[in-house]
């Protein structure tokens, strides 16, 4: 009986142990689960607070853009094809989404740039306070857009890698998370902000 006794404990306390264990390992496994979800979430919510600090200085360089066109027009009036050009980028821009958002920016890099070349035919408006202030205050717009972009991409690269690593890509997958576009300059000319100096 005390061999019975004994070898019942045996497995008794053998089993608790095996319990013991199986539950260790599955709370590591879920405080692992929870911590990789956890810390994709924060990546996924600074891809997206990347994004909007782009759009905010995106929208102050769209504010800008009028004022610059109408201070041009008193000067250039025959250059109307010029303005109309920087107007339709700028409204393309500001209605573009997703991938299309980058493509329209490019864009509007572009006509921003012929804009500027305006100056070069009408030495008076290289003189002009108003024109000066305004491509003053567009140079400091395109020095926080490019400063806002690199904010995105770094943390899109840092998302983007947690997607594809082995085991927080098991967690990526379940929580449907898809990579994120990089916010790049495809014209390797217009990866410069648009030339303000006389």
């Avoid at 497995?11 to 142990?17: E, K, L, R």
Wanted: charged share 25%; net charge positive.
């Amino acid at each position: 009986m005390t061999n019975i006794l004994l070898l019942s404990t045996g497995a008794i306390i053998g089993i608790v142990v095996a319990v013991v264990l199986v539950l260790v390992l599955v709370i590591a496994v879920a405080a692992w689960y929870i911590s990789a979800y956890n810390k994709l979430q924060r990546l996924k919510n600074l891809v997206e607070e990347g994004w909007h600090t782009i759009e905010v200085q995106l929208k102050k360089r769209y504010d800008l853009i009028p004022n610059l066109v109408e201070t041009v027009k008193g000067y250039a009036k025959h250059e109307s094809g010029t303005l109309e050009a920087v107007i339709a980028a700028r409204n393309a821009a500001m209605t573009a989404t997703g991938d299309g958002k980058i493509e329209a920016e490019n864009a509007l890099n572009g006509t921003l740039k012929s804009l500027f070349a305006l100056k070069e035919a009408y030495p008076e408006l290289k003189a002009n306070t108003n024109f000066l202030d305004l491509q003053n205050q567009l140079k400091g717009i395109e020095n926080e857009i490019a400063s806002a972009r690199r904010y995105y991409n770094g943390t899109v690269k840092e998302l983007n890698t947690r997607i594809d690593i082995f085991p927080s890509s098991i967690v990526a997958r379940r929580m449907r998370l898809e990579k994120r576009s990089y916010f790049e300059i495809e014209n390797a000319e217009e990866r410069n902000a648009p030339q303000v100096k006389f």
